[in-house]
């Protein structure tokens, strides 16, 4: 095969592949991690800071270092941040509740080497979850605010 | 025997169920490929789509992080393009490295330039085309002596992955999986053998020709390693049949079950972290509602080995059972940990979660009793 045809004959090899293993691995779209710049105390403020001014209560922040700490265990700063919109969260708890083990929604942050790392379930991936056709707007919905939410966490200096 | 909330309820029926999950994943597909878009007239933006693609896990500036790093100048140059391009179409299936199949091609070109990018003065070295001829048998002599300890003894990896979060660990870079799909689709034998022979300087990978080994010895290593390719894969689709929530209905009343679930929890070794109602935090004392109540709980010994093993299980903390009173009927309920592992791409947190399906269940079926 000569040089020149190799990439494409890679590409339709690899596009083949894709489809097979896409049965396997994890697209890149179910889950999002950003990293911030900024150090975790900042990343915090800065998340929180986001997350209300798109309309969104926080319910608690969990210290799980805290906890692991008390116990013993070394470990880096990690947070996990619990938030929601109350009339939404009672509405949806009261017509659908198989979807309430995964109420409110939540987003994990935790210490990098002086950078901070936030991670979530994509909210469309509760689609694969879910058959209420309603719930696929709320999804939607909560996916682009989580998007943007994270964009001003990614943005920050 | 766990059944659905609303066959538990009786309530609802999924009669377009089918219809709508069709539909599900199509609408899926369509956000995802609408969301990823760029103006089309413009050239992709590399720096911007590592930042939103790559960076969370190889760092911004390449060093690594939950991913390995990709600046080195001694990766860059025996990584080809078409391997950096393959390799962020077909991910790591079962290691974290994600799949990216929705980037276009000029999407995935600008990422490739921006990787390029991290170490200028570095060409990827013009590597022979073919397979790498050599005796696997014998390769797999030496693979056992000079490899396994670092990437399994079956080219499973390393335990964890890449630099992975900040605390103590036997090696600064976790060494990847020689046996998945993904990596044998992307290298191809020249591109192992460069790496064997020169190593990467930087990380806990050597130069196999500094430690001793001949050309001869190293295809044989090459010959084996790619052997991996005929071995059976172990499938996950298997998790994305798994119910997402588990379910049972009590025999109990509201309150005693709710205490019956605080027993379970201890007699599981978890502790106790908190008792509130679901609504809780969102509306004034007094104004939140009591038709749900979560219990919180943990085991912090189980919690950071977990953590050890992929950073981002904080997305499963802390463990809960949510106790739901509905026309007469109590339910417990919980998220299933093994629908959810199917979205992390992770082989070792698989056992996990279906270690923590086992809990929930036995918390679930002693609490109902």
Same mark, same amino acid.
């Given at each position: 095969?000569?040089?020149?045809?190799?990439?494409?004959?890679?590409?339709?090899?690899?596009?083949?592949?894709?489809?097979?293993?896409?049965?396997?691995?994890?697209?890149?779209?179910?889950?999002?991690?950003?990293?911030?710049?900024?150090?975790?105390?900042?990343?915090?403020?800065?998340?929180?800071?986001?997350?209300?001014?798109?309309?969104?209560?926080?319910?608690?922040?969990?210290?799980?270092?805290?906890?692991?700490?008390?116990?013993?265990? @070394?470990?880096?700063?990690?947070?996990?941040?619990?938030?929601? @919109?109350?009339?939404?969260?009672?509405?949806?708890?009261?017509?659908?509740?198989?979807?309430?083990?995964?109420?409110?929604? @939540?987003?994990?942050?935790?210490?990098?080497?002086?950078?901070?790392?936030?991670?979530?379930?994509?909210?469309?991936?509760?689609?694969?979850?879910?058959?209420?056709?309603?719930?696929?707007?709320?999804?939607?919905?909560?996916?682009?605010?989580?998007?943007?939410?994270?964009?001003?966490?990614?943005?920050?200096? | 025997?766990?059944?659905?909330?609303? $066959?538990?309820?009786?309530?609802?029926?999924?009669?377009?169920?089918?219809?709508?999950?069709? +539909?599900?994943?199509?609408?899926?597909? $369509?956000?995802? %490929?609408?969301?990823?878009?760029?103006?089309?007239?413009?050239?992709?933006?590399?720096?911007?789509?590592?930042?939103?693609?790559?960076?969370?896990?190889?760092?911004?500036?390449?060093?690594?992080?939950?991913?390995?790093?990709?600046?080195?100048?001694?990766?860059?140059?025996?990584?080809?393009?078409?391997?950096?391009?393959?390799?962020?179409?077909?991910?790591?299936?079962?290691?974290?490295?994600?799949?990216?199949?929705? +980037?276009?091609?000029?999407?995935?070109?600008?990422?490739?330039?921006?990787?390029?990018?991290?170490?200028?003065?570095?060409?990827?070295?013009?590597?022979?085309?073919?397979?790498?001829?050599?005796?696997?048998?014998?390769?797999?002599?030496?693979?056992?002596?000079?490899?396994?300890?670092?990437?399994?003894?079956?080219?499973?990896?390393?335990?964890?992955?890449?630099?992975?979060?900040?605390?103590?660990?036997?090696?600064?870079?976790?060494?990847?999986?020689?046996?998945?799909?993904?990596?044998?689709?992307?290298?191809?034998?020249?591109?192992?053998?460069?790496?064997?022979?020169?190593?990467?300087?930087?990380?806990?990978?050597?130069?196999?020709?500094?430690?001793?080994?001949?050309?001869?010895?190293?295809?044989?290593?090459?010959?084996?390693?790619?052997?991996?390719?005929?071995?059976?894969?172990?499938?996950?689709?298997?998790?994305?049949?798994?119910?997402?929530?588990?379910?049972?209905?009590?025999?109990?009343?509201?309150?005693?079950?709710?205490?019956?679930?605080?027993?379970?929890?201890?007699?599981?070794?978890?502790?106790?972290?908190?008792?509130?109602?679901?609504?809780?935090?969102?509306?004034?004392?007094?104004?939140?509602?009591?038709?749900?109540?979560?219990?919180?709980?943990?085991?912090?010994?189980?919690?950071?080995? $977990?953590?050890?093993?992929?950073?981002?299980?904080?997305?499963?903390?802390?463990?809960?059972?949510? %106790?739901?009173?509905?026309?007469?009927?109590?339910?417990?309920?919980?998220?299933?940990?093994?629908?959810?592992?199917?979205?992390?791409?992770?082989?070792?947190?698989?056992?996990?979660?279906?270690?923590?399906?086992? %809990?929930?269940?036995?918390?679930?079926?002693?609490?109902?009793?």
């Amino acid at each position: 095969m000569s040089a020149r045809l190799l990439p494409k004959a890679l590409y339709a090899l690899a596009a083949g592949a894709a489809l097979l293993l896409g049965l396997t691995a994890a697209r890149a779209d179910e889950l999002v991690m950003v990293r911030s710049l900024q150090a975790f105390p900042e990343t915090m403020l800065t998340l929180q800071e986001a997350i209300r001014r798109h309309g969104y209560v926080i319910s608690r922040v969990q210290r799980v270092d805290v906890g692991l700490t008390r116990m013993g265990y @070394k470990t880096d700063l990690y947070r996990v941040v619990f938030y929601g @919109k109350p009339e939404e969260i009672r509405r949806l708890r009261r017509d659908y509740p198989d979807l309430i083990p995964y109420l409110p929604l @939540k987003l994990s942050v935790f210490a990098e080497n002086g950078q901070t790392l936030v991670v979530g379930v994509r909210p469309v991936a509760l689609w694969a979850f879910f058959d209420h056709p309603e719930l696929f707007d709320v999804f939607a919905r909560w996916d682009r605010d989580l998007q943007s939410i994270l964009d001003e966490v990614r943005e920050a200096r | 025997m766990l059944t659905g909330v609303n $066959a538990a309820m009786g309530r609802r029926e999924y009669k377009q169920g089918m219809i709508f999950r069709a +539909l599900s994943s199509l609408s899926l597909a $369509a956000f995802l %490929v609408a969301g990823a878009l760029v103006p089309a007239h413009a050239a992709p933006d590399g720096a911007l789509l590592y930042a939103r693609n790559c960076a969370a896990c190889h760092g911004a500036d390449g060093r690594g992080g939950v991913g390995v790093p990709l600046a080195l100048p001694d990766f860059l140059a025996t990584a080809p393009d078409e391997y950096l391009r393959k390799t962020i179409r077909l991910g790591r299936p079962g290691r974290v490295m994600p799949a990216f199949p929705h +980037l276009s091609d000029a999407e995935v070109d600008a990422i490739v330039r921006h990787i390029r990018s991290f170490a200028p003065g570095v060409r990827p070295r013009r590597l022979p085309e073919g397979p790498v001829h050599g005796d696997p048998k014998r390769g797999a002599k030496l693979y056992a002596r000079h490899c396994a300890a670092c990437h399994g003894p079956d080219g499973e990896g390393g335990k964890g992955t890449g630099v992975t979060f900040s605390r103590p660990r036997d090696l600064p870079i976790i060494a990847p999986a020689l046996n998945n799909p993904g990596f044998l689709a992307a290298a191809s034998d020249a591109q192992i053998k460069a790496t064997l022979m020169w190593g990467r300087k930087g990380t806990p990978m050597p130069s196999f020709l500094k430690q001793g080994l001949s050309e001869r010895d190293i295809d044989d290593i090459v010959a084996f390693v790619r052997s991996f390719e005929r071995r059976p894969h172990e499938r996950r689709a298997a998790l994305k049949d798994e119910p997402p929530v588990l379910v049972r209905e009590s025999a109990s009343d509201y309150a005693a079950t709710v205490e019956n679930v605080k027993q379970a929890v201890a007699g599981q070794n978890f502790r106790l972290i908190r008792v509130q109602p679901l609504e809780q935090g969102f509306f004034p004392e007094g104004e939140a509602s009591r038709a749900e109540t979560i219990v919180y709980f943990c085991n912090f010994n189980f919690l950071y080995k $977990a953590l050890a093993v992929d950073p981002r299980v904080g997305l499963f903390l802390p463990c809960r059972v949510t %106790v739901v009173e509905r026309g007469g009927k109590v339910l417990v309920m919980s998220i299933n940990p093994k629908r959810l592992a199917a979205l992390f791409n992770n082989e070792e947190l698989d056992e996990l979660c279906e270690r923590m399906r086992g %809990v929930y269940e036995a918390i679930l079926e002693d609490s109902t009793l």
